[in-house]
């Protein structure tokens, strides 16, 4: 009887996942849980092409927008990576216009537990080739409240604006959550708040995703150095108040540019931030490889040599000379911006930027 139930269910689930739709999705929902957190209406699912259907407009490269066009390239399998650890925090830096809002986007996805969005996806045949998922199922696709914040959106020129802004960006994420903070306390209490208040609310520990984490420190430093040295030590607050906060968070990545360091906040004790930046195993979690750029491009490429008569391995040669040269470890090939090279296909191969240029308008990708 034991059995033969277990059979039933393996059926189910190669048949429901072949049907390309899933029966266990309701299995795991959580009633309680998913009364107070709606997430998505509209559960589309990620249905990858081998290739890039259309190449996504200049400045929507929106997860929404690549599974429309065909053109996410699946990288959920370091996704999955990450996720199956307990460790908690993570930080990656990489250069602008390397899709690392894509990764947060595609990170906050998978925390609500937009199971459906995945099903075409690696991390989704992970879940279910996990045998023991399917008894754990509960546990199997997990779901949390998550807590956004683009750093980048701190409009700051000083150390009080930013410190406002900080607090603004709080409380917005707590009102989405329907929770009042009092922005007059400090930030390290508005943080602790609103993890604890979230934590109670639904149950589950808080997943945080921090975008550019470095962009205020950056732009004050250009302006006043002493000001900015503030901004270091907020930050270092707030870091230090999220690692105290380890009972309450699920997973904590933190993406930025420079080399600003957050290791002095985590220096001691156990739960450490885990900087990928330079590991090899995780090179390519942004960026194309050539490999990639060819699988998913190539008809654009091919596109752009026929408008300028040169052959694709010229146009190949071309781009690999001015957006694929990024290496982030000794082993890893070279890595191509993504931003960059749509751009440059976009523009049917006029645009040739090198990847330091200072151009303001197209740094809306990063
Ligand atoms: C390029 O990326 C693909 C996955 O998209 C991977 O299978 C392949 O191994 C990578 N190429 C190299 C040389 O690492
Ligand atoms: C394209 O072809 C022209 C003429 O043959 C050549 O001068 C030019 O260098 C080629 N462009 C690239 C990117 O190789």
């Given at each position: 009887m034991y059995l033969l139930s277990v059979l039933v269910i393996v059926l189910l689930v190669h048949f429901g996942n072949s049907a390309?739709?899933?029966?266990?999705?309701?299995?795991?929902?959580?009633?309680?849980?998913?009364?107070?957190?709606?997430?998505?209406?509209?559960?589309?699912?990620?249905?990858?092409?081998?290739?890039?259907?259309?190449?996504?407009?200049?400045?929507?490269?929106?997860?929404?927008?690549?599974?429309?066009?065909?053109?996410?390239?699946?990288?959920?399998?370091?996704?999955?990576?990450?996720?199956?650890?307990?460790?908690?925090?993570?930080?990656?830096r990489r250069p602008r216009r390397f899709g690392k809002t894509l990764l947060v986007d595609t990170l906050e996805a998978y925390f609500k537990g937009e199971a459906r969005l995945f099903e075409d996806t690696n991390i989704y045949r992970r879940h279910i080739e996990s045998f023991l998922w399917i008894f754990k199922y509960r546990r199997g696709?997990?779901?949390?409240?998550?807590?956004?914040?683009?750093?980048?959106?701190?409009?700051?020129?000083?150390?009080?604006?930013?410190?406002?802004?900080?607090?603004?960006?709080?409380?917005?994420?707590?009102?989405d959550h329907g929770i009042n903070l009092d922005i007059a306390e400090s930030v390290g209490t508005v943080l602790r708040q609103l993890i604890e208040q979230l934590g109670q609310k639904y149950g589950r520990r808080v997943v945080i995703l921090i975008d550019e984490y470095d962009s205020p420190y950056k732009d004050i430093y250009v302006s006043n150095k002493d000001e900015a040295?503030?901004?270091?030590?907020?930050?270092q607050d707030f870091y230090r108040i999220l690692k105290g906060l380890y009972k309450s968070?699920?997973?904590?990545?933190?993406?930025?540019?420079?080399?600003?360091?957050?290791?002095?906040?985590?220096?001691?004790?156990?739960?450490?931030?885990?900087?990928?930046?330079?590991?090899?195993?995780?090179?390519?979690i942004v960026g194309f490889n050539e490999t990639e750029l060819t699988q998913y491009f190539g008809r654009f490429i091919e596109h752009v040599a026929n408008?300028?008569?040169?052959?694709?391995?010229?146009?190949?040669?071309?781009?690999?000379?001015?957006?694929?040269?990024?290496?982030?470890?000794?082993?890893?090939?070279?890595?191509?911006?993504p931003t960059l090279v749509i751009e440059y296909l976009r523009s049917d191969g006029a645009s040739i930027k090198s990847h330091s240029g200072t151009d303001r308008s197209s740094q809306f990708l990063t």
């Open positions: 390309g739709d899933f029966p266990l999705v309701e299995l795991y929902s959580f009633p309680q849980f998913s009364r107070n957190l709606e997430t998505q209406s509209n559960p589309q699912s990620l249905k990858l092409g081998n290739r890039c259907a259309a190449l996504p407009a200049a400045g929507d490269a929106s997860l929404e927008i690549l599974i429309k066009k065909k053109c996410y390239i699946d990288k959920t399998d370091y996704l999955y990576k990450m996720v199956k650890e307990t460790q908690i925090y993570w930080l990656l696709w997990p779901k949390h409240p998550v807590v956004r914040l683009d750093f980048s959106s701190i409009e700051a020129e000083s150390f009080p604006q930013f410190y406002h802004g900080l607090l603004v960006l709080l409380q917005e994420r707590a009102k040295s503030q901004v270091l030590g907020t930050l968070i699920r997973f904590c990545f933190t993406t930025g540019i420079t080399g600003l360091t957050l290791s002095d906040c985590f220096l001691s004790g156990a739960n450490n931030i885990r900087d990928i930046t330079m590991n090899p195993g995780y090179a390519g408008r300028k008569k040169n052959t694709s391995t010229e146009i190949l040669s071309e781009m690999r000379r001015w957006y694929g040269s990024f290496r982030f470890t000794v082993k890893n090939e070279p890595l191509y911006s």
